[in-house]
């Protein structure tokens, strides 16, 4: 049993073909980046709160501000 209904001998073969066409530098360079847009994704989702945090901050010193502008 394999992968998705593929042998591991299909899956040799495909490896093999992959690292001709793209080279063992490109998939190594395309592994990374992925592996960092995949940890870039998951900080943004866990920061989501704080982000939120600061936004509703953010609000209140503008309309603390407005309104000590309009006292005046």
């Known amino acids: ?3 998705g209904g593929m042998s591991m001998v299909q ?6 073909i992959v690292i001709l066409l793209f080279g063992s530098k490109k998939l190594r360079t395309l592994g990374s ?3 960092s ?4 994704f998951k900080s943004s989702v866990s920061d989501e ?3 939120k945090e600061q936004d ?3 609000y209140q ?3 603390s501000k407005e309104e000590r502008h309009n006292e005046q």
Do not use: C, E, H, Y
Request: without cysteine; aromatic residues 4%.
């Open 37 to 40: 847009a995949i940890k870039g």
């Open 56 to 58: 509703v901050q953010r």
């Open 11 to 16: 899956l040799g073969v495909l490896l093999v």
């Open 33 to 35: 980046d992925l592996g």
């Open 49 to 51: 709160p704080s982000d």
């Open 61 to 63: 010193n503008l309309t």
């Open 1 to 3: 049993m394999g992968f």
